[in-house]
């Protein structure tokens, strides 16, 4: 029965469900969910702002474009006793020259991230409804970013991810069934005029899970479930006086329909801001508050995803740090 949960669980998390046309129904779904409540408050339309750690989690391209470094860490409270979380640190790398050294060198910048995701206590039984145990999933995406910038108005990266995807006490003897992968996110960037942001990536070339059960059952097989490649372009603007910013987002992949996002950001001064979104079809709002700490800038972030499909709502913390 243990096989037949888990081969069950394979599928239904892992596989394309024919009648989904939601995120659930392709493998690596947390990495199509968003990350950071700002980014979510402003309708997860992020690709063409080159400002936060989540930059390199939207589009490694934004990277040398950074001000400040900066740690972020992310909390998310979803319906369905579901997670997800991130952890990352960015920085752009501006080398210092001196006019003996001739040309000025390449600005770049890059990040690390760790993106987690999972569901615990999951009510297992078999066919005439007996308890067989509580089981949990997890996945996991250990992101490195790095890009240039050959000119001041442009830049491209990339970004490589090690997958893994663990159900626990699945198999026989509780043994674990495990996936391993990678994948990789291509992104450019471009300002052809001050404060008008243009921004493009590729995620998840080559992503995928492959589930070999071979050493766990007697009859086990060996099978590979790609993500699907998704492209985003974006737009954005933030006027002179730097006190709101716009941006609107396409997004689109072979195997859905074209989404759409879009975000307001109204700020005053260092203190605070205050988001609206538009998520393909589901309002969001956010408020951000900043202080110092340590002498240093950091913030405090929150989103509120209504909910859809008849879910609750999600709420999304962000803690930032710049130093």
Do not use: C
Request: no cysteine; proline share 4%.
């Amino acid at each position: 029965m243990r096989k037949l949960l888990a081969t069950f669980a394979i599928l239904f998390l892992g596989t394309i469900a024919i009648a989904s046309e939601g995120d659930g129904g392709y493998a690596g779904a947390f990495l199509r969910m968003g990350m950071g409540a700002r980014a979510k408050a402003l309708g997860d339309a992020f690709t063409a702002i080159p400002e936060d750690a989540i930059a390199g989690f939207y589009n490694p391209a934004l990277l040398p474009h950074l001000k400040k470094r900066q740690a972020m860490l992310s909390f998310a409270f979803l319906p369905l006793d579901r997670k997800l979380d991130y952890l990352g640190y960015a920085q752009a790398l501006h080398p210092k020259t001196s006019e003996e050294d001739g040309a000025k060198p390449l600005s770049a910048g890059f990040a690390v991230a760790w993106v987690h995701a999972g569901v615990d206590n999951i009510y297992g039984t078999d066919s005439n409804g007996n308890h067989l145990g509580d089981f949990s999933n997890s996945e996991h995406a250990f992101q490195l970013s790095f890009a240039i910038s050959p000119a001041k108005m442009f830049s491209f990266g990339i970004t490589g991810k090690v997958l893994y995807n663990r159900f626990p006490k699945i198999a026989q003897e509780d043994a674990a069934v495990t996936s391993r992968g990678f994948g990789m996110d291509f992104g450019a960037y471009l300002t052809p005029l001050n404060n008008l942001m243009l921004g493009v990536v590729l995620h998840d070339n080559m992503s995928k899970y492959t589930w070999n059960t071979d050493k766990l059952w007697e009859r086990g097989t060996s099978t590979t479930y790609r993500f699907p490649k998704v492209t985003r372009a974006a737009v954005a603007y933030r006027i002179p006086q730097q006190w709101l910013l716009a941006i609107a987002e396409v997004e689109d992949s072979k195997e859905q329909n074209p989404r759409y996002h879009f975000g307001v950001e109204v700020s005053y001064l260092e203190m605070g801001a205050l988001r609206f979104g538009y998520d393909n079809g589901v309002p969001t709002f956010g408020v951000g508050f900043f202080s110092k700490l340590f002498g240093r800038q950091a913030g405090l972030n929150y989103a509120f995803i209504t909910g859809d499909n008849g879910l609750s709502a999600d709420h999304v913390f962000s803690w930032t740090f710049e130093f």
